[in-house]
T-cell receptor, first 112, second 114 residues
């Protein structure tokens, strides 16, 4: 069965520093991977996706993610964090019935 | 704005009652998904419809049911409500072609069972 794991419940980073939110996946076949962000009392917003091609995927709000097949990882990154990036981040994988399977989420806290 | 509309935004009801949550997908999206988000369970997939037909089912309770209508809007019916059903319920929609694989989420319905 397809699954993703987010090993960190919370990531703390100072504003201006680079950030990484980790995600590993377990799939059979080629993975379709996604990152979503959830701000308080809001729905999930799509950030970026990996289907095929370049291992470095660029998305919204300056975020990018690196697909690493050998490490089965799809970590979310940003070169310089903003306080406004503080939110809940979800990694997801599309399974063979086309539904999204989500990780448990990582809370990102960016301190001024 | 994702283009997915959910109503109502908030719902407070008593145990044992029945409620209906409504979702209008983005224009052109044939696939609709329902998810439940509670504090201790994360995002749980409930059910998916594609062009009116049920396509996939997750850990949806027998007390819950859903349908997708010919105009592609969907409703999630929750009956015999229990305190533990209190959660955020999200609807998402997608096109589901080879390139447009992402789903777009509504703002959710916050259900409180008292």
């Amino acid at each position: 069965a397809q699954s993703v794991a987010q090993p960190e419940d919370q990531v703390n980073v100072a504003e201006g520093n680079p950030l990484t939110v980790k995600c590993t996946y377990s799939v059979s076949g080629n993975p379709y991977l996604f990152w979503y962000v959830q701000y308080p009392n809001r729905g999930l917003q799509f950030l970026l996706k990996y289907i095929t091609g370049d291992n470095l995927v660029k998305g919204s709000y300056g975020f990018e993610a690196e697909f690493n097949k050998s490490q089965t990882s799809f970590h979310l990154k940003k070169p310089s964090a903003l306080v406004s990036d503080s939110a809940l981040y979800f990694c997801a994988v599309r399974d063979n019935t086309d539904k999204l399977i989500f990780g448990t989420g990582t809370r990102l806290q960016v301190f001024p | 704005d994702s283009g997915v509309t959910q109503t109502p935004k908030h719902l407070i009801t008593a145990t044992g009652q029945r409620v209906t949550l409504r979702c209008s997908p983005r224009s052109g999206d044939l696939s609709v998904y329902w998810y439940q988000q509670s504090l201790d369970q994360g995002l749980q997939f409930l059910i998916q419809y594609y062009n009116g037909e049920e396509r996939a089912k997750g850990n949806i309770l027998e007390r819950f049911s859903a349908q997708q209508f010919p105009d592609l809007h969907s409703e999630l019916n929750l009956s015999s409500l229990e305190l533990g059903d209190s959660a955020l319920y999200f609807c998402a929609s997608s096109v589901l072609d080879s390139q447009n694989t992402e789903a777009f989420f509504g703002q959710g319905t916050r259900l409180t069972v008292v």
